[in-house]
C-alpha cells in the first residue's frame, strides 16, 4: 500500500506511522516530495486493515497498490526519479547519451573512442570488461586490466563509466572503477544478483530481457529498489521476436508504455536492439522521438576489426552525423541533448 501523508505531517506523525507499519511486518520504504511524504509499505499482515492507518494524525490517505510490482509503480511516486550518475542527470529533460565499444580491447582503442565520444558530446563512456558471450570461444573480455583503460580514458576525457557486471563476485571490482553498473540480458532474471545490486549505492542499468515482458522486467527492476538502492534505469534492447533480418526487434513501444506505468527512467539501446550498422541510427532517432530518457551506442574506431559486436558498431563519424541528428529531434519533444560538439578532424565515416 502507498500512505500518502499531508502536506503539513510533522517528522513524528511521520516516524509513527512508519514504526506502525513496521509493526506489522511491512517493509517501509520513504519517499520525500516537494510537497509531501509518500511511505511504500511492502509485505506484512494480509488481513491488516489499512483503515487504521488512514484515521491517524497526519495521512491524507492509503492507496492499495494493484500493480504486482510496488517501489517500480507510480502509484508509488508519481513524478519522474532522476538518477544522478555524478554530475550526470538521466531522467531529466536532457536526452543522455552514452557510447562506446562492446569491449575494451586494448589502450589505444579505448582512448581514441573515448575523445572522439567526448567531443560529440557524449555523457558516458559505455565498454565491457568482462564480456557475456554465447560461444565459450569468442573474447570474453580483459578483466580488470579493461576497467582500469576504460576508467582512465573516461576520467581524461571527463566522461562517467557504465560497465556490466555479471556476477554478484563482480560486483566490488566493477564498481571500484564504474560510476554505475550494467546488468546484461542474460541477467534480468538472476535475482540473486539484484538483490546484492539492491545493497549498494552504485546506480544501476538494467537491460531488458530477450524475452521478458515489460512486467517481468519492472519486477526485476523491484528487486534492486526493495533492497534500498533507488538508482535503477531501464534499458530497452530488443526482444526476441520470429524476425529473422535483424538481431532482434527493437521495442520502442516500450518506451512510452514504460513511462505510464512507471516512474523510473528509460533508456534505449539500438545497437543489440537491432544489430546492424546502419539501421543503429534511424532506431536510435525514433528512440528519441518516442520519448527516451537517453541512448547508449556501440562506437569503435575500426568496427570492422572488432573482437566483439562490429557490426552494430558505429564508426565515430556516423556517431557525430546521429549527434547533430538529435539536436534537431530532441527539441520538437521539448528536450535538449548533450553539448555542441568540440571541432575535430580526422574521423571518417
Known amino acids: 500500500m502507498v500512505v500518502v501523508m499531508e502536506q503539513r505531517a510533522s517528522e ?14 511491512f517493509d517501509v520504504h520513504r519517499s520525500t516530495g516537494a510537497l509531501r511524504t509518500v511511505l511504500g509499505a511492502v ?20 492507496v492499495r497498490i494493484t500493480e504486482p510490482y510496488k517501489l517500480a509503480s507510480r502509484t508509488f511516486k508519481p513524478e519522474r526519479t532522476v538518477v544522478a550518475v555524478g554530475d550526470v542527470r538521466i531522467g531529466g529533460d536532457e536526452v543522455i547519451v552514452m557510447a562506446g565499444p562492446c569491449s575494451a ?3 589505444e582503442q579505448v582512448e581514441t573512442v573515448a575523445a572522439a565520444l567526448a567531443g560529440a558530446g557524449a555523457k558516458l563512456l559505455r565498454g565491457g570488461a568482462f564480456k557475456p558471450r554465447s560461444s565459450p570461444y569468442s ?23 557504465v560497465s556490466e557486471v555479471m556476477e554478484i563476485g563482480q ?16 541477467n534480468m532474471q538472476n535475482f540473486n544478483l539484484l538483490r546484492e545490486l539492491g545493497k549498494t549505492r552504485t546506480p544501476v ?22 533492497g534500498g538502492n533507488t538508482d535503477v534505469v531501464l534499458c530497452e534492447r530488443g526482444i526476441r521476436t520470429f524476425e529473422r533480418y535483424t538481431r532482434n526487434t527493437l521495442d520502442i513501444s516500450a518506451v512510452p508504455v514504460v513511462h505510464k506505468l512507471s516512474h523510473l527512467p528509460i533508456i534505449v539501446d539500438p545497437s543489440h536492439g537491432i ?31 572488432a573482437l566483439s559486436d562490429g557490426a552494430q558498431s558505429l564508426f565515430p563519424g556516423q556517431f557525430d552525423r546521429l549527434m547533430a541528428e538529435l539536436r534537431i529531434i530532441a527539441p520538437a519533444i521539448g528536450r535538449s541533448i ?12
Open 105 to 107: 580491447e586494448s589502450e
Open 171 to 186: 560486483i566490488e571490482l566493477v564498481a571500484r572503477y564504474a560510476h554505475m553498473l550494467q546488468v546484461g540480458a542474460r
Open 43 to 62: 509485505g506484512g499482515n494480509r488481513s491488516f486493515d489499512e483503515r487504521l492507518i488512514n484515521v491517524m494524525d497526519g495521512v491524507q490517505e492509503v
Open 139 to 161: 573474447f570474453q573480455g580483459l578483466g580488470e586490466e579493461g576497467l582500469k583503460l576504460l576508467r582512465s580514458a573516461a576520467d581524461r576525457n571527463n566522461l562517467k563509466l
Open 205 to 226: 542499468l538494467l537491460k531488458r530481457g530477450i524475452s521478458a515482458t515489460i512486467e517481468e522486467w519492472l519486477l526485476s527492476a523491484e528487486y534492486i529498489l526493495s
Open 12 to 25: 513524528d506523525e511521520v516516524q509513527h506511522i512508519i514504526a506502525t507499519l513496521v509493526e506489522q511486518g
Open 275 to 305: 544489430g546492424l550498422r546502419d539501421k543503429v541510427a534511424p532506431m536510435a532517432r525514433a528512440a528519441v522521438a518516442a520519448g527516451a530518457d537517453g541512448l547508449i551506442i556501440e562506437v569503435h574506431p575500426d568496427p570492422d576489426h
Open 338 to 349: 548533450c553539448v555542441e560538439p568540440v571541432p575535430r578532424r580526422g574521423w571518417g565515416a
